[in-house]
């Protein structure tokens, strides 16, 4: 491990010019400014280093995005030599240039098969914009203009530009800004928190049939498309039950219904397949792609197209869309490296075969814990229900979220990076993690969880909310 950064004011210094003047995402920037912000100043592999040279372990891969994990030399030497060589230009107006050429055939070779066609954004927000762009257009093109409806999920997350925040479910966010029309929501395939009597199959059937009932409701002949993530993230790692996705691609099949499956974090090894639709069985139209696709070295996302979905909206001429950095060079190279380290490495199978099962066992055992209710994993992403009563799934009587938030800030003072949403925990290590770093990373969570459940026993709050 490299040494941290020392050269650097002192962290009080960098904490009040950051309140002063950096207006956070997704931040209480009040708060913020009255604690200061950690600040992260190095990383290597699944370790990062903050300004006071504490070394953490990153059990959520930066924001689901540092796949191959940080430090990696092959990446600062090909952006430097691509910005050498051609560090901008366009690919509007009948131009285009190497590496958005090579990333794009190298992605096809990649996706499903007739998945070839790649529409380049900066980010997973813009691509699902795109791709409201385009599932409208196919279906002008086909004469069907009334088809403009999409149906997305309750608590699902596809970005915070206006297009994508429409399409996720996060009421909050609507509230901030409003939401575009022509966008509507079904329930999530959420078993432990809002499965009540069923058993898993069923639910997970149920919800399903939301969106043929969904599609009922709003006549066939109006709705463009389903968009779901095959396993919702940022709304808590939501692992649908077995019977949800066929049964979501049968509803898709039957109504002809586009599928746009947004992979932005599913994709590039994350579930141990190149991408989630593979683990789950899911044909998708359109995968939404960013993260992973670089491993967040450089921001690029976009969308891939089925040869379907392509041939329709090429035939209907120009699509008035893009953005100035779509495909952009030095963006590109460093994805295109990315996916060859992956290769090279055998990063997918590293994941499948090694990685998921070592945490696995670690992670199933979290049940014997006092406060877990359920410990779920696909690939190497999961999460575990916190409860005060796991026979009865109960909610704790705090507001929801308050318990997660204790038990993340006791990760965080153990120096591992878990999240909570709600009071859930949730985890996504880089996708390198070795065995002996699972091993330290749970021996870090478990520390964390019992020192959050005696804090909640202290405080009188390892209490259940009343039915
Ligand atoms: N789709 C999915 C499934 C995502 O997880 C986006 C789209 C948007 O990507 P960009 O690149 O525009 O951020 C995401 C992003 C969180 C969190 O709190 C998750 C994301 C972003 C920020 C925070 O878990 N996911």
């Not at 109006?222 to 979501?248: D, H, L, R, S």
């Amino acid at each position: 491990m490299n040494k941290p950064i020392t050269n650097h004011m002192p962290t009080a210094e960098l904490q009040a010019l950051d309140a002063a003047h950096h207006f956070h995402p997704f931040t209480d920037n009040n708060d913020l400014g009255k604690k200061g912000a950690r600040i992260i100043t190095r990383g290597e592999g699944v370790w990062l280093t903050d300004s006071e040279g504490q070394k953490i372990i990153d059990g959520m891969a930066g924001l689901w995005c540092v796949n191959i994990g940080y430090g990696r030399k092959e990446m600062g030497r090909v952006a430097a030599r691509q910005m050498d060589e051609l560090a901008y230009y366009n690919t509007f107006f009948q131009t285009t240039h190497v590496p958005a050429i090579a990333l794009a055939a190298e992605i096809a070779k990649l996706a499903p098969d007739g998945m070839n066609h790649v529409f380049f954004a900066g980010s997973g927000s813009e691509a699902n914009d795109t791709n409201i762009r385009v599932v409208r257009r196919y279906w002008q093109v086909k004469g069907q203009p009334e088809r403009n409806v999409i149906i997305a999920r309750w608590n699902g997350y596809h970005g915070s530009t206006m297009g994508g925040g429409s399409l996720g479910g996060m009421k909050p966010i609507h509230a901030h800004g409003g939401k575009i029309e022509g966008i509507e929501h079904i329930d999530q395939p959420y078993w432990w928190g809002e499965g009540g009597d069923m058993n898993e199959a069923d639910f997970g059937l149920a919800r399903a049939r939301q969106l043929e009932d969904k599609i009922l409701e709003i006549g066939a002949d109006k709705v463009a498309a389903f968009i779901g993530e095959p396993i919702q993230g940022a709304g808590g790692v939501i692992i649908p039950p077995a019977t949800y996705w066929p049964e979501i691609q049968r509803i898709c099949d039957k109504y002809g219904i586009l599928l746009i499956a947004d992979e932005v974090i599913t994709g590039f090894g994350r579930t141990g397949n190149w991408f989630g639709s593979t683990t789950f069985g899911i044909k998708p139209d359109i995968m939404t792609i960013a993260k992973g696709l670089s491993s967040g070295y450089a921001p690029i996302g976009g969308s891939i197209l089925s040869d379907e979905v392509a041939s329709v909206v090429y035939e209907g001429g120009e699509l008035f869309h893009g953005y100035t950095y779509s495909g952009h060079p030095v963006a590109a190279a460093v994805a295109l490296e990315n996916l060859r380290i992956m290769q090279e490495e055998k990063i997918v199978d590293h994941v499948r075969d090694v990685a998921h099962p070592a945490l696995k066992e670690e992670w199933d055992k979290l049940v014997d814990h006092p406060m877990v209710g359920e410990a779920k994993l696909v690939g190497l992403m999961g999460s575990i229900a916190l409860t005060p009563n796991k026979e009865k799934r109960a909610k704790f009587a705090s507001e929801e979220g308050k318990v997660g938030y204790r038990c993340r800030e006791r990760c965080f003072a153990n120096n591992l990076i878990m999240r909570h949403v709600g009071d859930r925990m949730i985890i996504a290590p880089p996708l390198v993690i070795t065995p002996e770093e699972i091993k330290e990373m749970m021996t870090r969570a478990r520390k964390s969880l019992d020192e959050c459940y005696k804090g909640l026993l202290d405080d009188g709050m390892f209490v259940a909310k009343e039915d």
